[in-house]
């Protein structure tokens, strides 16, 4: 859009006269016009186009600040004047701007800044009216620059109008800017409907048959067959538009929806197969998107429903993990919930099959765990995923691997740290690994344990005990192996935990200095 003339700046055409009732500015006119020195003159010419650049990086409040101080020395500066006009008609102060236009046509009436104001006079109309008389103006050699100005405006102020961006695709076209025409046909395609979307298929396809080399246009029928829901159709025309463009990368999100289309309609139809291999194919093509995600996502769960019905556990637990994390994504709470559902029915299928056999705890809480990713804020699943955690942590005792079961309990607590039972789990699985570490002399493993159990209950007087003798007993084991500091150090910590225990003060006392 870069050669395109901006709303507000005068037009070399020249146009039929619009009669204004100017007696309001006359005066300021006619007043005498002061001699303005050369470099007084170059210096407010800077200043408007700083007033300038700053609208049109948005910056108005701060152009019209330039323009005032400006207009201050010398009032009768009409591109100051209509600078501020410029501003005016950015933050959509029409009715503003037309005064802002009349003052400066007033103050110099060959600039041709009497078009500008009767621009901003039918921008105070709707968007309706307002895209009838740019549709009008445009069509006519002698007005399309003014047309094209309203029509850069209405883009601006409504920019999900598709037909103002046909309008100005049109009027581009017409007066022979191929590059920006196309560009606002680009534009306009992804938010048309209706009406709008049969007159820019229409016209896309008039210039792809006088134009059959276009790749441009090719790939335009293609995203016009996406917006169409043809999918088909268009994962064969961005298919031979990407084989003979240069960089066939650029069309991988346009057929990445398209596949995406053909898997939605093969999971209509029932082939949840099909439609995962379409959707996996699209990912392929773009990993990103997020409705390709929960698409696929939906569709793994579909599978995993299937695959759980059919007595196959562990393909459908598979597929409920892929369906978790791709469901992750915005906008996926209502598909989330329905695959947590999915899951936990399958964990407690699992769970009473296990009961019923008397077999080992596994399964069921991978399921559990994943219906509390999906719905974390679902009581049921965290409950019962807690629970099944503190089954594997008692399966673990039973078969003498305390370290495993104290970490299953204590990702039970984690998930219900207000319940006193899930506590009392913990520090009972961490003391009995602590006693079985402590008695092989493992004083690392004896430490970490009745760490993690007086964490969770500070007031245990018996592991606070057990706690501090596996310090001393570490910290006597550092010393025969010449590490006093780190002997000093776990001296410090027994001490801190029992203040007056005086076999505790003196090793601390005969290794601090080591700190």
């Given at each position: ?79 100051a004047v209509h600078a501020l006009g410029q501003a005016d008609l950015a933050d959509g102060k029409y009715a503003d701007a037309e ?417």
């Open positions: 859009m870069s050669d395109v003339v901006s709303l507000g700046r005068t037009a070399s055409t020249q146009q039929a006269a619009w009669q204004f009732d100017l007696s309001a500015v006359y005066g300021e006119a006619r007043s005498p016009t002061k001699s303005v020195p050369e470099s007084q003159r170059k210096a407010e010419a800077k200043a408007v186009a700083q007033a300038l650049a700053l609208i049109e990086g948005g910056a108005t409040e701060q152009a019209r600040a330039l323009l005032g101080e400006l207009l201050a020395s010398n009032r009768t500066n009409a591109e005064r802002q236009f009349l003052r400066a046509h007033a103050l110099n009436q060959s600039a041709g800044y009497d078009r500008d104001a009767r621009n901003a006079r039918v921008l105070q109309k709707s968007d309706a009216e307002v895209l009838a008389t740019a549709r009008a103006w445009s069509r006519a050699p002698t007005q399309r620059d003014e047309g094209i100005r309203l029509l850069i405006e209405l883009t601006r102020r409504n920019p999900e109008l598709a037909g103002a961006n046909i309008a100005l695709g049109d009027a581009l076209l017409a007066k022979g800017d191929r590059p920006n025409g196309l560009l606002q046909y680009g534009v306009a395609l992804p938010k048309a409907a209706g009406d709008d979307l049969d007159q820019l298929e229409t016209r896309i396809n008039q210039l792809a048959a006088r134009q059959s080399g276009s790749l441009y246009l090719r790939e335009m029928q293609g995203k016009m067959q996406l917006q169409r829901g043809r999918y088909a159709d268009a994962v064969l025309t961005l298919t031979q538009v990407a084989a003979e463009s240069e960089n066939p990368a650029l069309t991988n999100r346009d057929l990445a929806r398209a596949y995406l289309g053909l898997g939605r309609e093969a999971l209509t139809r029932g082939d949840v197969r099909d439609a995962i291999a379409k959707m996996e194919y699209a990912q392929t093509l773009d990993a990103s998107g997020s409705e390709l995600k929960l698409a696929l996502g939906e569709a793994l769960a579909t599978r995993a429903r299937s695959h759980a019905l059919g007595g196959r556990s562990s393909d459908a637990l598979a597929d409920y993990a892929r369906a978790a994390a791709l469901l992750a994504a915005p906008g996926g709470a209502a598909a989330r919930a329905r695959a947590a559902e999915g899951v936990y029915a399958l964990g407690a299928r699992l769970q009473r099959a296990r009961e019923l056999s008397g077999g080992k705890v596994g399964s069921e809480v991978q399921a559990f765990q994943l219906a509390y990713d999906l719905d974390s804020n679902n009581v049921t699943y965290r409950r019962r995923l807690a629970d099944a955690r503190v089954a594997l942590g008692d399966q673990y005792t039973a078969e003498g691997s305390l370290k495993e079961a104290a970490y299953a309990y204590e990702r039970a607590y984690v998930l219900n740290k207000n319940d006193a039972g899930y506590r009392d789990k913990l520090i009972a699985g961490f003391t009995a690994w602590g006693d079985l570490a402590a008695s092989a002399h493992l004083h690392d493993d004896a430490v970490t344990a009745y760490r993690r159990a007086y964490a969770a209950d500070t007031w245990n007087a018996v592991v606070k005990g057990k706690l501090a003798e596996s310090l001393y007993a570490r910290g006597l084991e550092h010393v025969s192996n010449g590490k006093f500091k780190l002997a000093a150090r776990d001296f410090a910590d027994a001490l801190a935990l029992f203040p007056d225990n005086a076999t505790y003060q003196a090793q601390y006392d005969l290794y601090h200095a080591h700190l």
